[in-house]
């Protein structure tokens, strides 16, 4: 059997959401600081992963064509609750995903 390299999401808190892209790098406030990440491009078909094993501004990408790539920067960093904003999450400019400032992209994270 495969291994589940994502983790168990058995016992976390769930949200989701909708953002649209904006080329640039942006926070997203879901009020749970994620152990699991997970974002899809509607436009593009491609989807970005990060779990808690991975480092910070890290992404698993998967474009439309089926490509996999480990991604280093521009992709997800996990965020505690500031006085000013809740916990959540920051996505990076990354290609595929948060490289345009049109397409919608449709978040989910799984955390405390």
Known sequence: MGE????????LTYRSGQIVA???SQDVVCNIVPQRVQIS?????AMAQWN?????AAAE???AAGTRSNEAANG???????????AGFTL?????????????????AWGQ
């Open 4 to 11: 589940n390299t994502m983790g168990s999401t058995v016992g």
């Open 22 to 24: 904006t080329n640039a």
């Open 41 to 45: 491009n509607r436009t593009t078909a």
């Open 52 to 56: 808690d094993n991975m480092a910070d």
């Open 61 to 63: 990408l998967t474009i």
């Open 76 to 86: 997800i960093t996990p965020l505690a609750a500031t006085t000013t904003a809740g």
């Open 92 to 108: 990076g400019a990354l290609a595929h995903i948060n490289d345009t400032t049109t397409e919608i992209l449709v978040w989910e």
